[in-house]
């Protein structure tokens, strides 16, 4: 079984940063592609940025420029550095895996549970 474990949502004012971070832990061979997403109350769960496994990195438009996706394989972890951070930005922010598993062997989506962000003007 694989697990993803969200971190690093909180309150925050306009202007501010947060930090997310999305560890992977379980019967893992590997990983390929890592991202986030997010959902606001009331509107459809969007992409916000996705990294694959040898570091290339996309990022919406409505965020490019303020957030930044990383990850480090070693740590099957992912982050989401959010700068200059807007009201808009306001959602819940889950991570989410291609997780390449031996037993059996396939490869399979997994989702974080959610952490929220919330943005004051």
């Known amino acids: 079984q694989v697990q993803l474990v969200e971190s690093g949502g909180g309150l925050v004012q306009a202007g501010g940063s947060l930090r997310l971070s999305c560890a992977a832990s379980?019967?893992?061979?590997?990983?390929?592609?890592m991202g986030w997403y997010r959902q606001a109350p009331g509107k459809q769960r969007e992409l916000v940025a996705a990294?694959?496994?040898?570091?290339?990195?996309n990022h919406v438009d409505s965020v490019k420029g303020r957030f930044t996706i990383s990850r480090d394989n070693a740590k099957n972890t992912v982050y989401l550095q959010m700068n200059s951070l807007k009201p808009e930005d306001t959602a819940v922010y889950y991570c989410?895996?291609?997780?390449?598993?031996?037993?059996?062997?396939?490869?399979?989506?997994?989702w974080g549970q959610g952490t929220q962000v919330t943005v004051s003007s």
């Open positions: 989410n895996a291609e997780v390449v598993t031996t037993r059996p062997l396939r490869v399979s989506d997994y």
């Open positions: 379980g019967s893992i061979f590997g990983i390929k592609d």
């Open positions: 990294i694959t496994s040898g570091g290339s990195a």
